[in-house]
């Protein structure tokens, strides 16, 4: 059974910075793109960050110059750091990693349970 779960979300006042992890627990062969999306009561789940196996970086431009995507592969685990942050950046995150779990099998998309961030202003 593979899981992926998510911390570092919370309540920060705009301004401030918040780091987000999310990790890949199970049986795993490879897992190629890592990404991070966000979903605001009322709007649609978008891409916020997304980095590739050779370490390519893509961004929204809403979040340009303040949030930083990473991984490290050895251990399953993406990051996300946040910084400068706006209260229209609340949302609930989510991680997503596509993931082949056997040398066999398809590529599939897998998704974290989401975590809460809260901006005030």
């Known amino acids: 059974q593979v899981q992926l779960v998510e911390s570092g979300g919370g309540l920060v006042q705009a301004g401030g910075s918040l780091r987000l992890s999310c990790t890949a627990s199970?049986?795993?062969?490879?897992?190629?793109?890592m990404n991070w999306y966000r979903q605001a009561p009322g709007k649609q789940r978008e891409l916020v960050a997304g980095?590739?196996?050779?370490?390519?970086?893509n961004y929204a431009d809403s979040v340009k110059g303040r949030f930083t995507i990473s991984r490290d592969s050895a251990k399953n685990t993406v990051f996300l750091q946040m910084n400068s942050l706006e209260p229209e950046d609340t949302a609930v995150y989510y991680c997503?990693?596509?993931?082949?779990?056997?040398?066999?099998?398809?590529?599939?998309?897998?998704w974290g349970q989401g975590t809460q961030v809260t901006v005030s202003s």
């Open positions: 980095i590739s196996r050779d370490m390519s970086t």
């Open positions: 199970g049986n795993i062969f490879a897992i190629t793109d």
């Open positions: 997503n990693f596509r993931m082949r779990l056997f040398i066999v099998s398809p590529e599939r998309d897998y």
